[in-house]
C-alpha cells in the first residue's frame, strides 16, 4: 500500500521560505504526475503545482514564480520549495497523484504570519 509521508512545514514571516518534502513508499512516483495540494481552514483542498513524468511543470496562478516544484524519482520523493510567503499561503500541505490518487498523508502545516 502507497503511503504518503509530508514533511518541512513551520511558522515563518511574510516574504520568508521553506522547502516541503513529500516522501512515498511504494512506486508511485515512476507512472504517475504528482502534485502539492493545500487545505487553508473553511476552504476546500486546491491544487497548487504539479509535476508530470516528464518533469513539465504547472502552478495555480496565485504561486507562479514563488513556488518550485521538483521530484527524484530513485528516492520517491516530491518538493515544494516556496519562496516569497504570503499570509495567505497559510494551509496543510499534501502531496498525492492527481490522476490516481491514493490515501492522502497527514499533510504538513505552514503558517505565514509576523
Known amino acids: 500500500q502507497v503511503r504518503l509521508v509530508e514533511s518541512g512545514g513551520g511558522l515563518v514571516q511574510p516574504g520568508g521560505s521553506l522547502r516541503l518534502s513529500c516522501a512515498a513508499s511504494?512506486?508511485?512516483?515512476?507512472?504517475?504526475?504528482m502534485a502539492w495540494f493545500r487545505q487553508a481552514p473553511g476552504k476546500q483542498r486546491e491544487l497548487v503545482a504539479l509535476?508530470?513524468?516528464?518533469?513539465?511543470?504547472k502552478y495555480v496562478d496565485s504561486v507562479k514564480g514563488r513556488f518550485t516544484i521538483s521530484r527524484d524519482n530513485a528516492r520517491n520523493m516530491v518538493y515544494l520549495q516556496m519562496n516569497s510567503l504570503k499570509p495567505e499561503d497559510t494551509a496543510v500541505y499534501y502531496c498525492?497523484?492527481?490522476?490516481?490518487?491514493?490515501?492522502w498523508g497527514q499533510g504538513t502545516q505552514v503558517t505565514v504570519s509576523s
Open positions: 509535476i508530470t513524468t516528464s518533469i513539465n511543470t
Open positions: 498525492n497523484a492527481p490522476d490516481n490518487p491514493v490515501p
Open positions: 511504494g512506486s508511485i512516483f515512476s507512472i504517475n504526475s
